[in-house]
T-cell receptor, first 113, second 115 residues
């Protein structure tokens, strides 16, 4: 079965640089979520989109922005990167129905030097 | 705001031992409950989920969980663990609203199974 695809899988950036993370949801899934998992921590919700509209917003810094495109893929744009942004960034997708279940991608490991 | 508590942060078991990991949540409304597993260096995989109906749910790899509404708990169990079950286990909750709903995770339990 098709899974959530994320690219790149690994990313190394310098402080103050920008990064763009991409997420391709499972086919026919209409909702995308972004989570950030710091070292040894639980995933923290950043932002979500349903049918290309932002549906919820969590602890996402103002330096970050995201959108969902017409083909349902999503991109997380991160600017003015800080050392503390080093983390694993997961995307999850779901199909909004009575049993909404989020399926996670493999994540993008971002290291800011 | 909803929250999830996992009381066991690190559990060490021998192979064939029985496992029970605790999970409690704070929200009193209608929630969906999940257990995810994260093997070393890998992404979150769904073990099992509860939405409604039979409070005892069975998942993959021999895991099961019981939803006890009166205790706001959703404990994960496995009768006999294997070395390959070594991983981090996360309990998660979201609101059953019929709309897109973020997951709130517990802090995770690191399970180490020894041979």
């Amino acid at each position: 079965a098709a899974g959530v695809i994320q690219s790149p899988r690994h990313l190394i950036k310098e402080k103050r640089e920008t990064a763009t993370l991409k997420c391709y949801p499972i086919p026919r899934h209409d909702t995308v979520y972004w989570y950030q998992q710091g070292p040894g921590q639980d995933p923290q919700f950043l932002i979500s989109f349903y049918e290309k509209m932002q549906s919820d917003k969590g602890s996402i810094p103002d330096r970050f922005s995201a959108q969902q495109f017409s083909d349902y893929h999503s991109e997380l744009n991160m600017s003015s990167l800080e050392l503390g942004d080093s983390a694993l960034y997961f995307c999850a997708s779901s199909q909004l129905d009575n049993t909404e279940t989020q399926y996670f991608g493999p994540g993008t490991r971002l290291l800011v030097l | 705001a909803q929250s999830v508590s996992q009381h066991n942060h690190h559990v060490i078991l021998s192979e064939a031992a029985s496992l029970e990991l605790g999970c409690n949540y704070s929200y009193g409304g209608t929630v969906n409950l999940f257990w995810y597993v994260q093997y070393p260096g890998q992404h979150l995989q769904l073990l099992l989920k509860y939405f409604s109906g039979d409070p005892l749910v069975k998942g993959i790899k021999g895991f099961e969980a019981e939803f006890i509404k009166s205790k706001f708990s959703f404990n994960l169990r496995k009768p006999s663990v294997q070395w390959s079950d070594t991983a981090e286990y996360f309990c998660a909750v979201n609101l059953n609203t019929g709309t897109a709903s973020k997951l709130t995770f517990g802090t995770g339990t690191r399970l180490q199974v020894t041979l």
